[in-house]
């Protein structure tokens, strides 16, 4: 790091804890405004986005202008060490009146990661509230470092078709992430986290960077739960060394799309 402390001691604590946490840090206006512009951009060249982008940086890399902030590194450099990569970007805009629902899942789930580790980054866009849709977590659900079951869902009008068994927690223990516009949530990959449908007047877009320490694999021919394909298939994320080196010495950082 170049000397500054992003996050206090007791925000540390909280992130390895409870999995989570929401620093007292807010984006600036103008970079908000640079997003916003660069997400209409997309949206009009790619309507089909206009709900759910899984891959941003395969569009548009100018969103790599926002991963390459220094004070989100230097935050995600505080819990998850000094050498990381940063392997996708997603946008979830869930629009006034129509957003889906995502139900509760943990995020390597899906990713082909060995072993599993990501820091997620999620920036506030717009207002993130309980009526339009917010991020609710299970605090302290990633301690166990362990994916629990999930299901296959039938059911209609959601972002994601694997659902956590409900006997795997319990859903009144679920906490709001309330957040502003330009502030920000970090949360571990192990993390059970859902969200509302957005059944408000006002959108809740929110953009999410993640970030794997270099000590772990992104294993590009190992695809898990997905039938996309060419920029959307996990198979074909480029990655992006953001700092240190690659520890591993196997990631593969070759341009894809």
Same mark, same amino acid.
């Given at each position: 790091m ?8 007791e925000? %540390?604590d909280?992130? &390895?804890? @409870? $999995? ?5 840090f807010r ?6 405004e640079?997003?916003?512009?660069? *997400?209409?951009?997309? =949206?009009?060249r *790619?309507p089909q ?7 941003l940086?395969?569009? @548009?890399?100018?969103f790599?202008? =926002?991963a390459?902030? #220094?004070? %989100?590194?230097?935050?995600? +450099?505080? =819990?998850? $060490?000094s050498?990381f ?6 946008f979830?805009?869930?629009? !006034? ?5 995502t139900?509760w899942?943990q995020?390597?789930e899906?990713w082909?990661?060995?072993?599993l !580790?990501?820091?997620?980054v999620?920036i506030?866009?717009d ?5 339009n849709?917010?991020?609710?977590v ?10 629990a079951? *999930?299901n ?8 994601? @078709?694997?659902?956590?068994d409900?006997?795997?927690?319990d859903? !009144?223990?679920?906490?709001d992430i309330?957040?502003?516009?330009g502030e920000?949530s970090? *949360?571990?990959?192990?993390l059970f &986290? ?20 270099? #000590?772990? =694999?992104y294993?590009?021919?190992? +695809?898990?739960n997905?039938?996309?394909? $060419? ?12 700092? $240190?080196?690659?520890?591993? #010495?196997q990631n ?5 799309y």
């Open positions: 170049d000397g500054r402390r992003m996050l206090t001691r925000e %540390i909280q992130y &390895h804890r @409870d $999995g989570y946490v929401t620093p007292k984006l600036d206006q103008d970079i908000l640079d997003i916003r512009e660069a *997400h209409a951009r997309l =949206v009009h *790619h986005f206009s709900d759910y982008c899984s891959a940086l395969a569009y @548009d890399p100018w790599l202008t =926002v390459r902030r #220094s004070e %989100i590194l230097d935050m995600v +450099e505080q =819990v998850i $060490g050498n990569a940063l392997w996708n970007s997603s979830f805009a869930k629009p !006034a009146k129509v957003g889906s629902r139900p899942h995020d390597g899906y082909p990661i060995e072993p !580790a990501t820091c997620t999620w506030a866009i207002s993130s509230t309980a009526e849709g917010c991020l609710r299970i605090p302290g659900s990633h301690r166990t470092k362990q994916l079951k *999930h296959q869902s039938a059911a209609s009008n959601i972002a994601l @078709d694997l659902e956590l409900s006997q795997a927690f859903e !009144a223990e679920a906490v309330i957040l502003e516009p920000i970090l *949360h571990n990959v192990y &986290h859902g969200s509302e449908p957005n059944h408000s007047d006002f959108s809740r877009r929110g953009m999410t960077l993640r970030y794997m320490p270099t #000590s772990s =694999v294993r590009h021919d190992q +695809e898990k997905s039938t996309q394909d $060419g920029p959307l298939s996990l198979a074909n994320r480029t990655i992006y060394l953001m700092r $240190g080196v690659d520890q591993s #010495s593969d950082f070759r341009v894809r």
